[in-house]
């Protein structure tokens, strides 16, 4: 089955604790990005890729990091967590092309105390 | 600065009934417009989708109608069921890249 998977699915974490959200897609999609979703504020893009080793900052990038070594994994770490950072993540991947649909994730529910 | 301008927050509408989503956008050189639909506790799906040099387009019950020179796109969606109350999110792009502006969701309850 063609899917996004993200893990955990929900975490409670205290503040400075390191800590990184697993994003890996099997559709052999070139691109992927991370969103987090907050009430009243939508979706925002905080990193995105286009292929391996090529990352870029969305538009609310900081406090985060990404890495992409391979195709099919895109991982978000948070190295000092705090609590602003509370939020619902989405990983996404898509092909390009014409209509570049994104493919979504189930989601991560964080909670920084 | 939001990029893309999302309203009304929500929407309450009898079945059978027309919903209409709208959304604005400032930056001329975005060149692709889809909506997605998110059901609670679920990731959001491509619903529909469109590209500037078209003003409208239609997949079944939804359309998107494009308005250029205003720089404003809605969602319509005809003949409104339970099933369609969700949270719709439109959005803004470059067919090129892949750096997406969503709007701040409209969530959409329709009534029996």
């Known amino acids: 089955e063609a899917q996004v998977t993200q893990n955990p699915r929900y975490l409670i974490t205290v503040t400075g604790k390191k800590l990184t959200v697993t994003c890996s897609q099997n559709m052999n999609h070139e691109y992927m990005s991370w969103y987090r979703q907050d009430p009243g504020l939508g979706l925002r893009q905080i990193y995105y890729s286009m292929n391996v080793e090529v990352t870029d900052k969305g538009d609310v990038p900081e406090g985060y990091k990404v890495s992409r070594k391979e195709k099919r994994n895109f991982p978000l770490i948070l190295e000092s967590p705090s609590p602003n950072q509370t939020s619902l993540y989405f990983c996404?991947?898509?092909?390009?092309?014409?209509?570049?649909?994104?493919?979504f994730g189930p989601g991560t529910r964080l909670t920084v105390l | 600065q939001q990029q893309v301008k999302q309203s009304p927050q929500s929407l309450i509408v009898q079945k059978g009934g027309i919903s209409i989503i709208n959304c604005a956008y400032e930056?001329?050189?975005?060149?692709?417009f889809p909506w997605y639909q998110q059901f609670p506790g679920k990731g959001p799906a491509l619903l529909i989708a469109i590209r500037p040099d078209v003003s409208e387009k239609k997949e079944g019950r939804f359309t998107i109608s494009f308005n250029k020179s205003a720089k404003q796109f809605s969602l319509h969606i005809m003949d409104s069921q339970p099933g369609d109350s969700a949270t719709y999110f439109c959005?803004?792009?470059?067919?090129?890249?892949?750096?997406?502006?969503f709007g701040t969701g409209t969530s959409l309850t329709v009534i029996p």
């Open positions: 959005a803004a792009s470059y067919l090129a890249g892949n750096q997406f502006y």
């Open positions: 996404a991947s898509s092909f390009p092309g014409a209509y570049n649909e994104q493919f």
């Open positions: 930056n001329t050189a975005f060149d692709y």
